[in-house]
């Protein structure tokens, strides 16, 4: 029987766009207080690159269209800082409060770097939320996903056997591989706005079972018998 169920963060739990442009914002307010430039203009110009280019060059564009001799590894850290208003997905919260009513353990394996990760989990008031929260850069990038390490770690924290714990993620790049290779079950939950949401890779890729909703899992139907069970919420009224 399910006993265990371990979430990604950016994507899974919150829109992860949401604190992106939450902490675009405090970049854009600095700038503009520091060159005189008009706040509101520089925030379109960087949704405008974000959205054309992706996020890899957003302030380098910026700052050499507005002509602005401005440090870019200070505003990497003025984004890395933000603490932007964001909150959790509506079936994100619904499904913690469930499993917290039902007694199932619940816990977080999330990529990134450090600093980044934990301001995001604090604005989501995740602490208390769920029973343990791993960062995998806490213990360095060579274990971020797909490296089985959190995974391991989650399991040995809650003194889980594999087959009674599920992982939810979203990027099936990385998500399901290091579960799958410790023997835990994988969903994947596809939003209607996410880096990954189109992405689909060959089957050893891929969780076990893809929804849209985390309220679409029901715990009472989930078996370790080789395969688990998924029932819609709306069936179990």
């Known amino acids: 029987m399910i006993n265990t169920v371990i979430f990604d963060l950016d994507d899974t739990l919150y829109k992860e766009l949401d604190f992106v442009c939450g902490a675009f914002k405090e970049v854009c307010k600095y700038l503009a207080y520091k060159y005189n430039i008009n ?10 690159i974000l959205n ?16 602005l001799k401005e440090n870019i590894k200070n505003l990497v850290s003025i984004y890395r800082e933000a603490k932007p208003s964001i909150r959790l997905y509506e079936d994100a919260q619904w499904i913690l409060n469930y499993l917290k009513k039902n007694k199932i353990n619940t816990g977080i394996i999330t990529d990134g770097k450090a600093s980044v990760q934990w301001n995001k989990i604090n604005c989501l008031n995740l602490i208390g939320k769920v029973d343990k929260i791993i960062v995998s850069d806490d213990f360095g990038l060579d274990f971020w996903k797909p490296h089985e390490f959190t995974y391991r770690e989650m399991l040995k924290y809650f003194n889980c056997n594999p087959d009674d714990c599920i992982y939810i993620g979203d990027n099936p790049n990385k998500d399901f591989i290091g579960a799958k290779k410790v023997g835990v079950h994988t969903v994947r939950v596809i939003r209607e706005v996410g880096d990954h949401m189109k992405t689909f890779l060959d089957k050893e890729y891929e969780a076990d079972v893809i929804i849209k909703d985390l309220r679409e899992l029901y715990i009472s139907q989930w078996y370790s018998y080789g395969q688990f069970y998924i029932k819609a919420l709306s069936e179990t009224n």
């Open 39 to 48: 706040e509101e203009d520089l925030y379109e110009d960087m949704i405008y």
């Open 52 to 67: 054309k280019f992706g996020r890899g060059k957003t302030f380098n564009m910026l700052c050499e269209k507005h002509n």
